[in-house]
């Protein structure tokens, strides 16, 4: 496994481990939540359904979602601190880590014992998706502004058209591993809140298989190699110029 380097202020906003799953013919996700639940509760005490309105209404107990049992688009699980959020939809499970964030050694640690224990009730082995995102925010400050000072990415638009650059962009790609198995997301855009002399973006990297299955017990080497090319996109993406503003903390 690569060691991610330290920063004093790292951009980070949220990481996002997500897998899709088809449930078993017959087995409804309402049969099996709080068997599932009883095996995380003593790490994510609190829980909370989404509707499929948008509302998210905290419980105590599942015996209070009767009225609202139709209108469920995911199930979500806190730990005390709120900073880790499990969240369980009819073919997804959501492992969320918000800030602070601890380590990628403790965060993989925690998804990988989420999802055995996810297994063993659901009683399945094979994910069809999985997907690693996170997401940074960057905010610089500067009197005079390049794009490429801070980030190894060119940016190439009509010569007429580069006055409109600082006013937002968003800008994607994907790429695909040499084996063809995985696929990197890298993706820059403009947050709110830029103006002549402060400049806000949102780095996000991700990365997930492009096609076969992956089984629970093949996910944790998956995992390490999602980590080191993510650790990878990451260190070669930002100029030294923009990682001496972590290092500051400036």
């Not at 905010?139 to 937002?168: A, C, R, W």
Request: hydrophobic share 35%; charged share 25%.
């Amino acid at each position: 496994m690569s060691i991610s380097k330290k920063y004093i202020t790292p951009p980070f906003l949220e990481a996002i481990c997500r897998f899709r799953f088809a449930t078993h013919e017959g087995v409804s996700l309402f049969q099996v939540i709080d068997d599932f639940y009883q095996t995380i509760k003593s790490d994510f005490p609190k829980k909370s359904i989404l509707t499929s309105r948008g509302l998210n209404v905290d419980i105590e107990n599942f015996d209070e979602i009767g009225p609202l049992r139709e209108d469920i688009e995911l199930f979500k699980f806190y730990n005390e601190t709120g900073n880790l959020i499990v969240q369980i939809g009819e073919t997804v499970l959501t492992v969320n880590h918000l800030r602070p964030y601890s380590s990628w050694e403790n965060y993989s640690t925690t998804v990988l014992s989420i999802l055995k224990r996810f297994g063993s009730v659901f009683k399945f082995n094979l994910f069809a998706k999985v997907a690693i995102r996170y997401l940074n925010k960057i905010d610089i400050s500067s009197d005079e502004f390049d794009l490429e000072d801070y980030f190894n990415l060119k940016l190439q638009v009509p010569h007429e058209m580069e006055s409109t650059l600082m006013g937002g962009f968003d800008i994607r790609s994907n790429l695909w591993t040499e084996d063809r198995q995985n696929v990197y997301t890298l993706a820059l855009k403009t947050a709110p809140g830029n103006n002549d002399k402060s400049y806000s973006f949102i780095f996000e990297l991700g990365y997930f298989n492009a096609d076969d299955g992956i089984k629970i017990d093949e996910i944790d080497n998956w995992f390490d190699n999602a980590h080191e090319c993510l650790n990878k996109a990451f260190e070669s993406t930002l100029t030294p110029k923009c990682k001496l503003i972590f290092d500051e903390g400036k």
